[in-house]
T-cell receptor, first 109, second 116 residues
Framework: DAKTTQPNSMESNEEEPVHLPCNHS???????IHWYRQLPSQGPEYVIH???SNVNNRMASLAIAEDRKSSTLILHRATLRDAAVYYC??????????FGKGTKLTVNP | NAGVMQNPRHLVRRRGQEARLRCSPM?????VYWYRQLPEEGLKFMVY????????ESGMPKERFSAEFPKEGPSILRIQQVVRGDSAAYFC??????????????FGPGTRLTVL
């Protein structure tokens, strides 16, 4: 499974946008980019996924670099409820999700 | 529409006992996955099952651990002769079906196993 690199932690203020980066320089052509998040004491929760084009849903936006070697999860207005560990995951050819250490997002009031 | 259900939510066992963790997937889902999260670590894949079949058990420890997903009833993760190192949160996830590379997995709240 291809590897991803994320910052260990990030901080944001409430109601400000947050850009969470992810590097995946060894991504293959068929790998999907998934983002999950895990709130404290809860199971992971799907956020968004994409292949080549940028994606938007009610939770977030996903911006994928043209060469697909990196992507950015965008939370347009962070709330205190967005404080979580965010995982960037590549998936292709196997159904299992390979979680890294993720980015711990702290949202300040 | 109920989400993925896991029980018990908390389980305490003494060394050498057996632990049985149950997972009921979301309605309409026939694929189940088990993950383990050791304290202060990330989630690690253990096993992927479809009804009555183990599809991928590459993350399962070779001994003491087993999993099943019978035709009727929940999926069961069984740990025999538990040791302190088995203390962790065990998460189950389910998905509807496999379609190319897209596979949204819905996670349950987890079972927190403590081995005394």
């Amino acid at each position: 499974d291809a590897k991803t690199t994320q910052p260990n932690s990030m901080e944001s203020n409430e109601e400000e946008p947050v850009h969470l980066p992810c590097n995946h320089s060894t991504i293959s052509g068929t790998d999907y980019i998934h983002w999950y998040r895990q709130l404290p004491s809860q199971g992971p929760e799907y956020v968004i996924h994409g292949l080549t084009s940028n994606v938007n849903n009610r939770m977030a936006s996903l911006a994928i670099a043209e060469d697909r070697k990196s992507s950015t999860l965008i939370l347009h207005r962070a709330t205190l409820r967005d404080a979580a560990v965010y995982y960037c995951i590549l998936q292709g050819g196997s159904e299992k999700l390979v979680f890294g250490k993720g980015t711990k997002l702290t949202v300040n009031p | 529409n109920a989400g993925v259900m896991q029980n018990p939510r908390h389980l305490v066992r003494r060394r050498g006992q057996e632990a049985r963790l149950r997972c009921s997937p979301m309605k309409g889902h026939s694929h189940v996955y088990w993950y383990r999260q050791l304290p202060e670590e990330g989630l690690k894949f253990m096993v992927y099952l479809q009804k009555e079949n183990i599809i991928d058990e590459s993350g399962m420890p070779k001994e003491r651990f087993s999993a099943e997903f019978p035709k009727e009833g929940p999926s069961i993760l069984r740990i025999q002769q538990v040791v302190r190192g088995d203390s962790a949160a065990y998460f189950c996830a389910s998905s509807r079906r496999v379609t190319g590379g897209y596979n949204e997995q819905f996670f349950g709240p987890g079972t927190r196993l403590t081995v005394l």
